[in-house]
T-cell receptor, first 116, second 113 residues
Framework: DAGVIQSPRHEVTEMGQEVTLRCKPISGHNSLFWYRQTMMRGLELLIYFNNNVPIDDSGMPEDRFSAKMPNASFSTLKIQPSEPRDSAVYFC??????????????FGPGTRLTVL | AQSVTQLDSQVPVFEEAPVELRCNYSSSVSVYLFWYVQYPNQGLQLLLKYLSGSTLVKGINGFEAEFNKSQTSFHLRKPSVHISDTAEYFCAVRNQAGTALIFGKGTTLSVSS
């Protein structure tokens, strides 16, 4: 299996621009997570999908952030408009079980976003 | 609410020395604990997890961790480290809703020869 795939690996953009991060979970996994990693705040959960439905989006910072999962094999995280404080590494993870699961989460390699 | 505290942000050790990375948790519900490792420029990888049963959990790459309920700790240990163990290590607890993991700030393990 190819593992969780994220694209792009690096993104540099200017403040005010729209940014779209993409994730392909492991085939057969029905849970998908978006995390953000910064030096100041560490790893934070942004949103959790189960069977393509957003279950917990309490970690989404503000309305500038949105996430979708149109099908079981694809998810996007969009920031519009982007701000310098959004600079971070964004990870996507997937697991094979859902709510209440203790199953292993498999992480992608991350997208390093820099907003100038 | 659950939380995780990793007591050391950086741990430098020499090759073949033993190491312990400390983790304390706070939880009012059943505890499920995890250690993940992040190598440079990579995503996180599961080292081991405690769900129930034996308090000593063995993981990959020779790591083990001990769940101590009275001390609310889940310290990670390895008897002899290698240069290749240089990485960032994250302790995590499952959140109360059971939907995701709450991570500590991480401990950077630096192994030198």
């Amino acid at each position: 299996d190819a593992g969780v795939i994220q694209s792009p690996r690096h993104e540099v953009t200017e403040m005010g621009q729209e940014v779209t991060l993409r994730c392909k979970p492991i085939s057969g996994h029905n849970s998908l997570f978006w995390y953000r990693q910064t030096m100041m705040r560490g790893l934070e959960l942004l949103i959790y999908f189960n069977n393509n439905v957003p279950i917990d989006d309490s970690g989404m910072p503000e309305d500038r952030f949105s996430a979708k999962m149109p099908n079981a094999s694809f998810s996007t995280l969009k920031i519009q408009p982007s701000e310098p404080r959004d600079s971070a590494v964004y990870f996507c993870a997937s697991s094979s079980q859902g709510w209440g699961s203790t199953d292993t989460q498999y992480f992608g390699p991350g997208t390093r976003l820099t907003v100038l | 609410a659950q939380s995780v505290t990793q007591l050391d942000s950086q741990v430098p050790v020499f090759e073949e020395a033993p190491v312990e990375l400390r983790c304390n948790y706070s939880s009012s519900v059943s505890v499920y604990l995890f250690w993940y490792v992040q190598y440079p420029n990579q995503g996180l990888q599961l080292l081991l997890k405690y769900l129930s049963g034996s308090t000593l959990v063995k993981g990959i790459n020779g790591f083990e961790a001990e769940f101590n309920k009275s001390q609310t700790s889940f310290h990670l240990r390895k008897p002899s480290v290698h240069i290749s163990d240089t990485a960032e290590y994250f302790c995590a607890v499952r959140n109360q809703a059971g939907t995701a993991l709450i991570f500590g700030k991480g401990t950077t393990l630096s192994v030198s020869s």
